[in-house]
């Protein structure tokens, strides 16, 4: 099995959340055309014609696109240990959760992410201004059904955990790093708990060290272009 991601996206995180936790082997490839990659990106539409990351391979060939529906084969094809609670209400809970990361809390972070490709002085606090504000208000969803014992849904580790950490890693670090903006989570107490107890998971603090460190690298490496450009 071969998992087609890189480190800094939200979406492939919620995947690796099940291959660690569920032990499953899988090798782990940055696509071509990626961040660094001097190749074209036409090889990897071959095999996910979206284009985007993640993308599951299976050993047989046959490849599948979309971070929900990879952590949805993965969960029905290795069910042990279970990242679905038992419990309806939780399970719809933990969809519930993981569609507000997709819907409303990147959507919010998409103009910042084009932002930060660009140099500083097309940072226009306008349009700064109103992404910070859609964000905190998408956080404000996950803070209206987030759990408050330690996890995301029903006192455990489960796919909602790896949907929510990449995004508050940006949301609560990069966001206030790179823009010098408040952390939205001092106004979202309950979300703020949860962020600090699901760190002490050891598959949460693989996770979020791994996205930090992704970011890390990307922030240096665009610093690094941006002084060979000047
Ligand atoms: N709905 C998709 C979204 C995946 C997505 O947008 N991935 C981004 C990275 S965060 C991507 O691959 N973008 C294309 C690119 O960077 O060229 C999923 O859940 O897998």
């Not at 782990?28 to 071959?46: C, D, M, N, Q, W």
């Not at 490849?63 to 240990?81: K, N, R």
């Not at 790179?178 to 600090?196: E, H, I, N, S, V």
Request: one cysteine or more; proline letters at 8%; glycine letters at 6%.
């Amino acid at each position: 099995m071969k998992l087609y991601q890189t480190y800094a996206s939200p979406f492939p995180t919620r995947v690796r959340l099940l291959l660690y936790a569920k032990g499953i082997e899988a090798e782990i490839v940055e696509p071509p055309g990626f961040h660094a990659s001097t190749e074209s990106k036409g090889e990897y539409l071959r095999i996910n014609p979206i284009g985007r990351v993640p993308t599951l391979v299976l050993d047989d060939g046959r490849a599948l696109p979309e971070s929900e529906v990879i952590c949805e084969y993965l969960e029905d094809a290795y069910p042990e240990p279970s990242l679905r609670p038992t419990d309806l209400w939780a399970r719809a809970r933990m969809r519930l959760l993981s569609r507000i990361c997709d819907f409303y809390v990147v959507m919010a972070m998409v103009p910042l992410f084009s932002l930060s490709g660009r140099s500083r002085r097309h940072w226009e606090p306008a349009v700064v201004a109103a992404a910070v504000d859609r964000l905190a208000d998408a956080l404000a969803y996950l803070e209206a059904y987030v759990g408050e014992d330690g996890y995301a849904v029903g006192g455990a580790l489960s796919q909602a955990d790896g949907a929510i950490a990449p995004q508050l890693v940006l949301a609560s670090e990069w966001i206030p790093d790179l823009f010098g903006t408040p952390d939205p989570l001092l106004r979202l107490p309950r979300l703020a708990g949860y962020w600090r107890a699901v760190q002490t998971d050891p598959i949460v603090a693989r996770l979020v060290a791994e996205t930090r460190q992704a970011i890390a690298e990307q922030q240096a490496a665009s610093r690094a272009l941006a002084s060979r450009r000047t």
